[in-house]
């Protein structure tokens, strides 16, 4: 039972154009939406994370969209640049104190240049 | 201000063997999870410790075993290795009650 769904699987994008990564969760519980960005060989680096009390939060090119009733969330990557291209894990967890992550699958993106 | 660390880097073990495996958290962290990396999926979580006791676990057999120590550093011990044991084992420590989890380079674990 995957409780976290991501979309695509792998995605090309041009140098300059939007990169969108999509999630849906069916745990209602879940209150904490971290995206994960990991490099080959690495652990994931947390990127930008979003509460279900805001429906958009942005840090610099990153932005996630955040709709509560359709228990979807995403990334997005103004103006990919080809050092975004890595794969992202979107993640949920509960405010159970406890702070659990469950992962999507990945998505692995790559900017050509 | 060191980040999470994790050793060894890479480890070939053949099947039937135990493995131990460390990691030491970030700064001003209380809090060790340890998550299953398997190839090309994301990372599923084992349990996680805090004040030196296992407070939370996925759904992963009594093989996998951990600890924490007084100095909030952690070691996962997994026995009785299978070939479906490899995989990338990560290390996320965070403060206790904070949801922000930071990842260390991981463990590569190949069982033969």
């Known amino acids: 039972q995957q409780q976290v769904k991501q979309s695509p699987q792998s995605l090309i994008v041009q140098k300059g154009g939007i990169s969108i990564i999509n999630c849906a969760y069916e745990n209602t519980a879940f209150d904490y939406f971290p995206w994960y960005q990991q490099f080959p060989g690495k652990g994931p680096a947390l990127l930008i994370a979003?509460?279900?009390?805001?429906s958009e939060k942005k840090e610099g090119r990153f932005t996630i969209s955040f709709n509560k009733s359709a228990k979807q969330f995403s990334l997005h990557i103004m103006d990919s640049q080809p050092g975004d291209s890595a794969t992202y894990f979107c993640a949920a967890s509960t405010l159970s104190g406890y702070s659990t992550l469950t992962f999507g699958k990945g998505t692995m993106l790559l900017v050509s240049p | 201000d060191a980040g999470v660390t994790q050793s060894p880097t890479h480890l070939i073990k053949t099947r039937g063997q135990q493995v131990t495996l460390r990691c030491s958290p970030k700064?001003?962290?209380?809090?060790v999870s340890w998550y299953q990396q398997a190839l090309g999926q994301g990372p599923q979580f084992i349990f996680q410790?805090?004040?030196?006791?296992?407070?939370q676990r996925g759904n992963f057999p009594d093989r996998f075993s951990g600890h924490q120590f007084p100095n909030y550093s952690s070691e996962l011990n997994v026995n009785a290795l299978l070939l479906g044991d490899s995989a990338l084992y990560l290390c996320?420590?965070?403060?206790?009650?904070?949801?922000?989890?930071?990842f260390g380079p991981g463990t590569r674990l190949t069982v033969t």
């Open positions: 996320a420590s965070s403060f206790q009650g904070s949801d922000e989890q930071y």
């Open positions: 700064s001003g962290h209380d809090t």
């Open positions: 410790y805090y004040e030196e006791e296992e407070r």
């Open positions: 979003i509460r279900p009390d805001v």
